[in-house]
């Protein structure tokens, strides 16, 4: 049941973060599909590193 939890919890943030990739983002459309493709693939640790270390240079 937690690990059901978390893996939806993890899904939902990799979305919102390919949301925001799309809303905010200032490259180009290929680097906004890697961004998004590289945070679904890793979803908790892809979360994690876009929030925390990309968000606000990309």
Known sequence: MLG???????????VWCV????????????GKIIASILVLA???IGFAIYYFL?????
């Open 19 to 30: 949301l925001d990739i799309f809303k905010t983002a200032k490259c180009g459309l290929l």
């Open 54 to 58: 990309v968000r606000g240079k990309i």
């Open 4 to 14: 059901t939890i978390l893996y939806v919890l993890g899904i939902v943030c990799a």
């Open 42 to 44: 890793f979803s908790w």
